[in-house]
C-alpha cells in the first residue's frame, strides 16, 4: 500500500471555524489531490498540486485553499467552515512519470460541521 | 465532454454467482481507465488499470475487465462473488487533459451488495 496519511481521521467542528487537513505521503510521489466524497456526489476535486507551492483548482475548490510547502505534505484549510463542507476528505497521490498513473488514496477524514 | 456513466446505482448477487458491473465513458481521445474499489471506512483501492495492449486485463482479488473501443464501455467481472467483495465499485478515466493536469473523470460508484 502506498504510505499516505491523513490527520485527523475524524473531527467535529462548529460553523465559523478554521480547519485545517493533513495528507502526508513518504512516497515522494509528485502529484497530490483533495476530493470530498458525498452521497450521489461520487468523488468530486477540490484541489490538486504538481509539486511544491504548485496548485490548482478543481471542480468545487470554493470554500477551499490549500498549501504545499514540502513534497511530503498537502494541506487542505477550510478558512471558515460551512455545514455544507461536512463530508469525507480523501488525499491522493500519483506519480509523474507518463500520464497514465494510477492515482493511490489515503483512508479519508470524516468532517462534521455542526 | 468527458464523462463516466455507471449505469447500475447498487448491485446485489449471491455469493458464488458471477458478476458485472458495468461502465461506459465518452472521451475524445485513447483512454486511460481503471477500477477502483472502497470497502465502507476505507480510501479507494486499485483493482486494475488498461492503458493499452491487451484488452482484457486482470487485476488484484480476481477481478478482470474488458476494454471495448466500439462500445465505450470498460466493465468489471469476476467469476465467483465472495461476501468479501460487498463495497463500492468506482470507474475512472483519464488523464483530463495532459500536461500538469493529471486530474481523472470519476463515475459515481455502484455499491455491490453480497447475499450468503
Known amino acids: 500500500d502506498a504510505g499516505i496519511t491523513q490527520s485527523p481521521r475524524h473531527k467535529v467542528t462548529e460553523t465559523g471555524t478554521p480547519v485545517t487537513l493533513r495528507c502526508h505521503q513518504t512516497?515522494?510521489?509528485?502529484?497530490m489531490y483533495w476530493y470530498r466524497q458525498d452521497p450521489g456526489h461520487g468523488l468530486r476535486l477540490i484541489h490538486y498540486?504538481?509539486?511544491?507551492?504548485?496548485?490548482d483548482k478543481g471542480e468545487v475548490s470554493d470554500g477551499y485553499s490549500v498549501s504545499r510547502s514540502k513534497t511530503e505534505d498537502f494541506l487542505l484549510t477550510l478558512e471558515s467552515a460551512t455545514s455544507s463542507q461536512t463530508s469525507v476528505y480523501f488525499c491522493?497521490?500519483?506519480?509523474?512519470?507518463?500520464?497514465?498513473?494510477?492515482?493511490?488514496f489515503g483512508d479519508g477524514t470524516r468532517l462534521s460541521i455542526l | 465532454a468527458q464523462s463516466v456513466t455507471q449505469p447500475d446505482i447498487h448491485i446485489t448477487v449471491s455469493e458464488g454467482a458471477s458478476l458485472e458491473l458495468r461502465c461506459n465513458y465518452s472521451?475524445?481521445?485513447?483512454?486511460?481507465l481503471f477500477w477502483y474499489v472502497q470497502s465502507p471506512g476505507q480510501g479507494l483501492q486499485l483493482l486494475l488499470k488498461?492503458?493499452?495492449?491487451d484488452t482484457l486485463v486482470q487485476g488484484i482479488k480476481g477481478f478482470e475487465a474488458e476494454f471495448k473501443r466500439s462500445q465505450s464501455s470498460f466493465n468489471l467481472r469476476k467469476p465467483s462473488v465472495h461476501w468479501s467483495d460487498a463495497a463500492e465499485y468506482f470507474c475512472?478515466?483519464?488523464?483530463?487533459?495532459?500536461?500538469?493536469?493529471?486530474?481523472?473523470?470519476w463515475g459515481l460508484g455502484t455499491s455491490l451488495g453480497v447475499n450468503p
Open positions: 475512472a478515466v483519464g488523464p483530463y487533459n495532459a500536461g500538469n493536469n493529471r486530474k481523472l473523470i
Open positions: 472521451y475524445g481521445a485513447t483512454p486511460y
Open positions: 488498461y492503458f493499452s495492449g
Open positions: 512516497e515522494n510521489h509528485r502529484y
Open positions: 498540486s504538481y509539486g511544491v507551492k504548485d496548485t
Open positions: 491522493a497521490i500519483s506519480e509523474s512519470k507518463g500520464t497514465n498513473q494510477p492515482q493511490h
